[in-house]
């Protein structure tokens, strides 16, 4: 295991800069996504990393050692992309054992040590079969083993399971977490998928076109994206332009906030789909939120123009009564019975309001207190 600094690393191609002033520390056994769109340089910087990729100015360091010059092979990396590149003459323990002969270590040691691996990720009963005879997941799991094989420092996975099913691929990003866990090696993860970010990462670097964005836990990226750009990619929310007036933001009756910015600013609400209360016209109003204090006074009427069902929640696009539009998620019975058309009565917890200005967040809703974000200022 080891620790990894990114410091001030700088990469472009011509005129146009992928890398501009990264600075980044990976701690030692932590595994860290790095989540982005495509071309947001994600996978530009984990190349950089391992060695495979030059860059213009700055330094890798692994355990406080300056690494920029020694090149990959030669870094202790283990990789896997979202090819698996196995061998199709080789049977899974040859695949396995591959960069051990490589390495030329004694035969005894290299059985004993595939031995370990097969066992590792569960492929005993195949572990004499050739890649064909394989699945998609059981392929990249071999793949995994390979470059866990060497007992690599590092192990960086670009995007491994973006080429499975999704049954297939949730099962694996569960069996991944828990191998890294077991072996307790530093990872860095290159995903553009959110639902991936958020289950295996202890803190995750969030990227977009303008670099670094926000590096925090889980948690805190989905609840209280620092960028506004950052906001639109988490999840499904709604992003409501207001205009300042009279200290205050207010928008449709929906929510009636103090403002952060001075009259004649616009600014960014934004909320998650789920932050929207709905119930049926008239029926019993229940919060979505466990503390809500003030959801109760801001029900508006509203429309379902569509609904989505997604098996345990639908997907609802809105309209209010001044033809605004607005995206709620329901769950149990509700996500059951709600149909296009259905007239409704919503609400949103104003704890969950985050309020950009000039594309950072500069506050923290709430009826009560408007807090400026201690964190808006930092990428």
């Given at each position: 295991?080891?620790?990894v600094t990114v410091k001030n690393v700088r990469?472009?191609?011509?005129?146009?800069?992928?890398?501009?002033?990264?600075?980044?520390?990976?701690?030692?056994?932590?595994?860290?996504?790095?989540?982005?769109?495509?071309?947001?340089?994600?996978?530009?910087?984990?190349?950089?990393?391992?060695?495979?990729?030059?860059?213009?100015?700055?330094?890798?360091?692994?355990?406080?050692?300056?690494?920029?010059?020694?090149?990959?092979?030669?870094?202790?990396?283990?990789?896997?992309?979202?090819?698996?590149?196995?061998?199709?003459?080789?049977?899974?323990?040859?695949?396995?054992?591959?960069?051990?002969?490589?390495?030329?270590?004694?035969?005894?040691?290299?059985?004993?040590?595939?031995?370990?691996?097969?066992?590792?990720?569960?492929?005993?009963?195949?572990?004499?079969?050739?890649?064909?005879?394989?699945?998609?997941?059981?392929?990249?799991?071999?793949?995994?083993?390979?470059?866990?094989?060497?007992?690599?420092?590092?192990?960086?996975?670009?995007?491994?399971?973006?080429?499975?099913?999704?049954?297939?691929?949730?099962?694996?990003?569960?069996?991944?977490?828990?191998?890294?866990?077991?072996?307790?090696?530093?990872?860095?993860?290159?995903?553009?998928?959110?639902?991936?970010?958020?289950?295996m990462s202890d803190r995750i670097v969030l990227?977009?076109?303008?670099?670094?964005?926000?590096?925090?836990?889980?948690?805190?990226?989905?609840?209280?994206?620092?960028?506004?750009?950052?906001?639109?990619?988490?999840?499904?929310?709604?992003?409501?332009?207001?205009?300042?007036?009279?200290?205050?933001?207010?928008?449709e009756g929906l929510f009636d906030l103090p403002?952060?910015?001075?009259?004649?600013?616009?600014?960014?609400?934004?909320?998650?789909?789920?932050?929207?209360?709905?119930?049926?016209?008239?029926?019993?109003?229940?919060?979505?939120?466990?503390?809500?204090?003030?959801?109760?006074?801001?029900?508006?009427?509203?429309?379902?123009?569509?609904?989505?069902?997604?098996?345990?929640?639908?997907?609802?696009?809105?309209?209010?009564?001044?033809?605004?539009?607005?995206?709620?998620?329901?769950?149990?019975?509700?996500?059951?019975?709600?149909?296009?058309?259905?007239?409704?009565?919503?609400?949103?917890?104003?704890?969950?309001?985050?309020?950009?200005?000039?594309?950072?967040?500069?506050?923290?809703?709430?009826?009560?207190?408007?807090?400026?974000?201690?964190?808006?200022?930092?990428?």
């Amino acid at each position: 295991m080891s620790a990894v600094t990114v410091k001030n690393v700088r990469k472009a191609y011509g005129d146009h800069v992928v890398l501009d002033d990264v600075s980044l520390e990976f701690s030692e056994g932590e595994f860290v996504s790095l989540l982005g769109p495509s071309g947001c340089g994600k996978t530009t910087l984990l190349r950089v990393i391992a060695g495979l990729q030059s860059f213009d100015s700055g330094s890798v360091e692994f355990d406080g050692v300056d690494m920029t010059n020694v090149p990959a092979q030669k870094r202790g990396i283990g990789m896997v992309f979202q090819q698996y590149s196995l061998f199709p003459n080789m049977t899974v323990r040859k695949n396995i054992a591959f960069p051990l002969e490589a390495a030329r270590m004694q035969r005894a040691d290299i059985e004993r040590r595939v031995d370990e691996m097969v066992e590792l990720i569960g492929l005993e009963k195949h572990q004499h079969k050739r890649p064909k005879q394989l699945s998609g997941g059981q392929q990249q799991r071999v793949a995994l083993a390979r470059a866990l094989a060497p007992r690599p420092r590092i192990l960086l996975l670009d995007e491994p399971l973006s080429a499975l099913d999704a049954q297939v691929r949730s099962r694996l990003r569960d069996q991944i977490r828990d191998i890294q866990k077991e072996v307790g090696i530093t990872t860095i993860f290159v995903t553009h998928d959110q639902t991936e970010a958020f289950a295996m990462s202890d803190r995750i670097v969030l990227m977009g076109s303008s670099g670094i964005l926000q590096v925090a836990e889980p948690a805190e990226i989905y609840a209280r994206p620092s960028h506004r750009e950052g906001a639109n990619f988490i999840g499904r929310r709604n992003d409501i332009k207001v205009v300042a007036s009279e200290g205050r933001l207010r928008w449709e009756g929906l929510f009636d906030l103090p403002s952060p910015v001075p009259d004649g600013e616009k600014v960014r609400c934004s909320f998650r789909a789920e932050s929207v209360n709905v119930t049926l016209a008239g029926g019993a109003r229940r919060s979505n939120s466990v503390v809500n204090e003030w959801a109760e006074a801001r029900w508006v009427p509203a429309r379902v123009r569509t609904r989505t069902y997604l098996g345990s929640t639908s997907s609802l696009k809105l309209q209010l009564a001044g033809e605004e539009k607005l995206k709620a998620v329901v769950t149990g019975s509700l996500a059951v019975h709600i149909e296009d058309d259905s007239a409704v009565d919503v609400s949103v917890d104003a704890k969950d309001i985050n309020v950009y200005s000039k594309g950072r967040l500069v506050a923290v809703g709430s009826e009560q207190v408007m807090e400026t974000y201690e964190g808006a200022t930092a990428a």
